[in-house]
């Protein structure tokens, strides 16, 4: 989730073998690796938590996502099903 809204939705292989939202991938990156060798790298994200009270238009990522478009300023990213029971909401699954 992020400010209130699912991002991604599905099983547990499909989420870490192959995430598809720039939210998600950040995230994951941040989990600690027991193991050095396995660890990703670390996707630090921009800028500052907008407000859930007023969000920011289109996706409420836009401001802090590197993969930002300009789609991604003005329409809210439909959740649409990826994959067999994956489900996200970015511009760049459609
Ligand atoms: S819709 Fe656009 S801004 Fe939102 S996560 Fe996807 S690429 Fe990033």
Redesign the pocket.
């Known amino acids: 989730m992020y400010l209130g809204k699912v ?1 991604e939705l599905g099983t547990r292989d499909a989420i870490f073998d192959n995430t598809l ?3 998600s991938r950040a995230l994951i990156s941040a989990i600690p690796q027991v193991d050095p060798s396995q660890a990703k790298e670390r996707i630090i994200l921009k800028g500052d938590l907008p407000s859930p009270v007023k969000p920011p238009s ?5 401001v802090r ?5 300009e ?3 003005t329409d809210i ?1 439909e959740f649409l099903e990826y994959d067999d029971g994956h489900f996200v ?5 459609k």
């Not at 289109?58 to 836009?62: A, I, L, P, V, Y």
């Open positions: 991002i939202h720039p939210y289109g996706c409420r990522f836009h996502c590197s993969e930002c478009m789609i991604c300023k990213p909401a970015c511009h760049l699954y």
